[in-house]
C-alpha cells in the first residue's frame, strides 16, 4: 500500500471520529439559492473543484498499524436532492442538522458532501443546500477556497479559466511538519511548553455533562451589542495587542465567572498556512495551550498583560504539532475523558476579504460577485470538534459576530456563558453618553 503519510491534524481529526463515532469533526455552512438552479450543472461543479484538489479526494486507511492517505482518482461524489415540498424552514433545518452530524466514512468515499433540499413556493422554486466537509481534510480556509470555486464553475458553465491554479499538495506541508517533529527545534518546543503548562492539570473549568464529542454539537449565536467592537479596539491599541487577545481575556474572565476556576488552559488556533499554499484545500491548523490566570480583583487590564507576554514568547513555539505535545505530556493531560490538554477553545477570524469569517460563524453575505443569488439560511455553521465549551468570533463589517459550540447536553451552560459574555463586554467596552 504506498499513498502518503499523514499530518499530525489530521491524524488526531480521524481519530477523534474513530472514538466518537459520530460527525463530530464534520464542519458545514448551509445557504439558501434564490434563483432557479440547474442542479446537475451544481453538482458537476462540485465534482470540479474535488477533481482539483487531491486532498478532497483523500481516503483514511490502516495498512499494517500505520494510517495512510490514498488519492482517488476522480471525485467519487455522491449526489442527494431532498425533496422537500411543503416543508417548512424549521424542517428543513432539522434535516440539515441530521445530515450534517452523519459521520463520513473516511476510507471508502469522498471527505465532502453537497445536499440540495427543493421546494417549489408561490414564486417558483426554492432552494436550501448543506455543503459539508470533514474536518481532517480541509480547514475553514480550505472550506471558503473550495465553496467560492463551486460558485465560479456554476456561474461559468465549469470554465477554470479564471481560477488561480490549486497550490502545492498538501502533502508538502506535511513532510515539513514531520520535518520540523525530527529537528532540534522540536525538543525546544516541548521544553518551552512543558514548562508553561502548570506541573498538575486543572480540573474541568466548567461543569460540562460528558465526553467532549459524545453526541452532536449545538450552536448558540449571538452578536456582541452595537458600539462595542469600537470600544474593544480603543481597549487593545492602549494595551498594545490585537483585538482577539482583548476577547480571549473577556472570554476567560466570564468562564471564570462561571466555573469559578481560576486558572485555566484555552485552545487558540492558528494557522500555519503560508503564502505559497494559499489556494490548497488541506488542515493548516494549530491549536496552542494558552494558560490563563484570573487575578482576584478579576481586572481585565492585568489578565491581557499576562496574554501579551506569554503569546510574544510563545511565537516561535508554534508550528510544534500538538499532537505531538500531548504524547510528550503525563497521561492526565490525555484524560480520556477530556480533550487532550485545553479545555476551552477561542478562535477569531478578522475582518478580511474572503467572507471566511461570515461562513465560519453562519453568516455568508449577500454582499457577493456571484451571478446566482444566495443568501444565509438558519442553520449555524458547524465548525468542527469542540473542546468543552468553543466560542467563535468573527469581524463582519462594524460589529462582532459570535457563536458558542458545545454538545447537547451543554446547551444551557452555552446560554449562561453567552449572556455573562455580552454583559462583560457591555459593562467594559460600551461607550458612555457624556453629559
Known amino acids: ?47 470540479t473543484v474535488i477533481d482539483r484538489h487531491p486532498n478532497l479526494r483523500a481516503r483514511y486507511r490502516v495498512h499494517e498499524g500505520e494510517l495512510r492517505v490514498l ?3 476522480t471525485s467519487g461524489l455522491r449526489t442527494h436532492v431532498v425533496s422537500a415540498h411543503g416543508w417548512s424552514d424549521s424542517r428543513i433545518t432539522d434535516d440539515m442538522r441530521r445530515i450534517q452530524s452523519l459521520p463520513f ?11 440540495i433540499w427543493y421546494r417549489e413556493n408561490d414564486h417558483g422554486s426554492d432552494h436550501a443546500a448543506l455543503l459539508t466537509f470533514h474536518h481532517a481534510t480541509a480547514d475553514a480556509a480550505g472550506m471558503v477556497l473550495a465553496g467560492k470555486e463551486l460558485f465560479h464553475l456554476y456561474d461559468h458553465g465549469l470554465d477554470q479559466s479564471g481560477l488561480p491554479e490549486p497550490g502545492p499538495p498538501y502533502e508538502e506541508f506535511v513532510e515539513e511538519q514531520h520535518a520540523l517533529a525530527s529537528s532540534p527545534a522540536a525538543d525546544e518546543a516541548v521544553y ?24 452532536d454539537p449545538r450552536v448558540v449565536p449571538f452578536a456582541l ?14 494595551h498594545r495587542v490585537p483585538s482577539n487577545v482583548v476577547l480571549l481575556a473577556l472570554w476567560s474572565l466570564t468562564v471564570h465567572r462561571v466555573g469559578g476556576a481560576e486558572q485555566l ?30 487575578p482576584g480583583d478579576e481586572d481585565l487590564s492585568t489578565i491581557v498583560a499576562g496574554l501579551r ?29 477530556r480533550v487532550p490538554v485545553v479545555d476551552l477553545m477561542f478562535n477569531y477570524v478578522p475582518l478580511d476579504g474572503q467572507d471566511f469569517g461570515a461562513v465560519f460563524v453562519g453568516a455568508l453575505s449577500d454582499d457577493s460577485d456571484i451571478t446566482l443569488g444566495v443568501a444565509p439560511f438558519p442553520t449555524p455553521a458547524s465548525t468542527g470538534p469542540p473542546a468543552e465549551i468553543n466560542l467563535n468570533h468573527a469581524q463582519l463589517g462594524d460589529h ?30 460600551t461607550p458612555t453618553e457624556k453629559s
Open 1 to 47: 500500500m504506498n499513498g502518503r503519510r499523514v499530518g499530525f491534524g489530521e491524524r488526531g481529526l480521524w481519530f477523534m471520529q474513530q472514538v466518537t463515532g459520530t460527525g463530530v469533526c464534520n464542519m458545514s455552512s448551509a445557504f439558501r439559492i434564490r434563483d432557479e438552479l440547474d442542479t446537475d450543472l451544481f453538482f458537476r461543479s462540485m465534482a
Open 71 to 73: 488519492v482517488a482518482p
Open 265 to 294: 488552559v484555552v485552545g487558540l488556533p492558528r494557522s500555519l498556512r503560508r503564502g505559497r499554499f494559499a489556494h490548497t484545500v488541506g488542515t493548516f491548523i494549530n491549536t496552542i495551550p494558552v494558560v490563563v490566570d484570573v
Open 400 to 429: 462582532l459576530a459570535a457563536t458558542i459550540t458545545c454538545d447537547v447536553g451543554d446547551v444551557a451552560l452555552a446560554q449562561e456563558l453567552r449572556e455573562r459574555y455580552i454583559a462583560l463586554a457591555h459593562t467594559h467596552f
Open 192 to 215: 518551552y511548553w512543558t514548562e508553561l503548562l502548570p506541573r498538575k492539570r486543572p480540573a474541568p473549568p466548567l461543569p460540562t455533562g460528558g465526553v467532549p464529542g459524545a453526541s
Open 225 to 238: 451589542p452595537d458600539g462595542v467592537a469600537g470600544g474593544i479596539a480603543t481597549f487593545a491599541r492602549a
Open 309 to 337: 507576554t506569554q503569546l510574544r514568547a510563545s511565537i516561535k513555539h508554534q508550528r510544534f504539532p500538538m499532537e505531538l505535545l500531548a504524547q510528550r505530556l503525563p497521561s492526565e493531560w490525555t484524560d480520556p475523558n
Open 105 to 115: 466514512d473516511l476510507a471508502n468515499e469522498p471527505p465532502c458532501r453537497l445536499t
